[in-house]
């Protein structure tokens, strides 16, 4: 099966791996959003890129899939750091091809590809004037809503929290033995298990029989 052809039926993927795809390069100004991009990271560059004399006047961010919502989040904190933005959010979308090969031993006749509709989004934060009749328009902030770009870039990330250990499994006592737990009755004969009884020395015969021997057979005879 080639590159370009589509599976007629599923395939099991687990001898097959990913083939990384040609990423597109970005444009000054543009910004391409993963999943795996720290938010902080992008707006501090971004704020640079507005603020600056060389910078730029216009940003466009660009994600997909679970990225969308860390595109929005980047978009609304930036609005509130930087007086004056005008945004314009467009919602598409569209088929994504995945690649596929084996693991071993790959070819191209053998590579599977596999396709898949993703949702895409796409922000334009601009300090010039944008078409206010667009879908998706949304003015600038007024100045009492925008707080000082210095008062984000100036802030420390905050640190991880490590992870507390897990204590050891086990009982309430160090190391996990507890204390056995007392009997309820308290036996008249030998230390055997405890039960509920007169004695845990075992039942109380009820015929006539042996001699009055400490035991588990010892008993009083009638």
Request: proline share 5%.
């Amino acid at each position: 099966m080639g590159a370009d052809s589509a599976p007629t039926k599923k395939v099991d993927l687990s001898k097959y791996k990913l083939v990384p795809e040609e990423k597109e390069e970005a444009k000054q100004g543009e910004f391409f959003i993963g999943k795996n991009h720290v938010i902080r990271d992008v707006i501090t560059e971004a704020i640079e890129l507005l603020t600056k004399e060389d910078g730029c006047r216009t940003l466009v961010f660009k994600a997909r899939g679970q990225a969308v919502s860390k595109a929005v989040a980047v978009s609304e904190v930036i609005k509130r750091r930087v007086v004056g933005l005008h945004q314009i959010i467009k919602v598409d979308g569209g088929v994504v091809k995945h690649t596929y090969e084996l693991r071993e031993n790959p070819t191209e006749e053998t590579r599977v590809v596999q396709e898949k509709f993703i949702t895409g989004l796409q922000v334009c934060l601009s300090l010039e004037e944008l078409d206010k009749t667009a879908p998706g328009y949304q003015e600038p902030l007024t100045e009492d809503q925008v707080t000082d770009a210095k008062d984000f870039t100036a802030q420390p990330p905050k640190p991880k929290k490590k992870r507390a250990a897990k204590k050891p499994s086990g009982g309430r006592g160090n190391g996990g033995d507890s204390a056995p737990a007392p009997s309820r009755g308290g036996g008249r004969g030998g230390s055997g298990p405890a039960r509920r009884g007169r004695g845990s020395g075992g039942r109380r015969s009820r015929g006539g029989g042996g001699g009055g021997g400490n035991g588990a057979n010892s008993g009083r005879a009638r």
